[in-house]
């Protein structure tokens, strides 16, 4: 059974800082692995999707990452911003087409 | 464009009660998730369609639950007899299954669901 680990659990961080976060799966044989963001009482909003067959994924000042052999993926935002206080989930999809979601790095900027 | 949609946002039910909620994915969407997120957990999955046909319900915490997409399209999850431990937020998401982007996931807004 697929498991996905996101380290860490919780970050707090001045503005303007680069950040790394990490989700660890433990099945290598995935289909895709996507990265969400979550806002209190709202929905999950994607914002990168990388493919087995891709390395990385970048939009804007987001960088994802795939290493399938070693079964991790790091998320990079650059220069943070207050705005970007969340909640930020990793999903991996295997065979079965069925997400397996981490538990998410919840992220606070501050001024 | 609009994106996946869900309703009510908010449920408070007593316990014991039959509940209804809905989702309506991106139109033209094959695949339909439900999952259940508890508080300060990632969404665990439900169940899954493609078009109307019901492919895994393994994620259903009990036969209480039952959910439907009978024409491929917009898709309802009932709980039947709800209980406390029923509380949490249902989400919904659609994807495709063609295209470089295929299988990449679109959730609603979720439904808030308190038994109390």
């Known amino acids: 059974k697929q498991e996905v680990t996101q380290i860490p659990a919780a970050l707090s961080v001045p503005e303007g800082e680069n950040l790394v976060l990490n989700c660890s799966f433990t099945?290598?044989?995935?289909?895709?692995l996507q990265w969400f963001r979550q806002d209190p009482g709202k929905g999950l909003t994607s914002l990168l999707l990388?493919?087995?067959?891709?390395r990385e994924q970048t939009s804007g000042r987001l960088n994802a990452s795939l290493d399938k052999s070693s079964g991790r993926s790091t998320l990079y935002i650059a220069a943070s911003q207050p705005g970007d206080s969340a909640t930020y989930l990793c999903?991996?999809?295997?065979?079965?087409?069925?997400?397996?979601f981490g538990r998410g790095t919840s992220l606070i900027v501050h001024p | 464009g609009a994106g996946v949609s869900q309703s009510p946002r908010y449920k408070v039910a007593k316990r014991g009660q039959d509940v209804a909620l809905r989702c309506d994915p991106i139109?033209?969407?094959?695949?339909l998730f439900w999952y259940q997120q508890a508080l300060g957990q990632g969404p665990e999955f439900l169940t899954y369609?493609?078009?109307?046909?019901?492919?895994?319900k393994s994620g259903l915490p009990s036969d209480r639950f039952f959910a439907e997409r009978p024409e491929g399209s917009v898709s309802t999850l009932k709980i039947q007899r709800t209980q406390q431990e029923d509380s949490a937020v249902y989400l919904c998401?659609?994807?495709?299954?063609?295209?470089?982007?295929?299988?990449?996931?679109?959730f609603g807004p979720g439904t808030r669901l308190t038994v109390l």
């Open positions: 990388i493919q087995s067959s891709q």
């Open positions: 139109s033209g969407h094959v695949s």
């Open positions: 369609f493609q078009n109307e046909a019901q492919l895994d």
């Open positions: 099945d290598s044989a995935i289909y895709n």
């Open positions: 999903a991996v999809t295997g065979g079965s087409y069925i997400p397996t």
């Open positions: 998401a659609s994807s495709l299954d063609e295209g470089a982007t295929k299988y990449e996931q679109f």
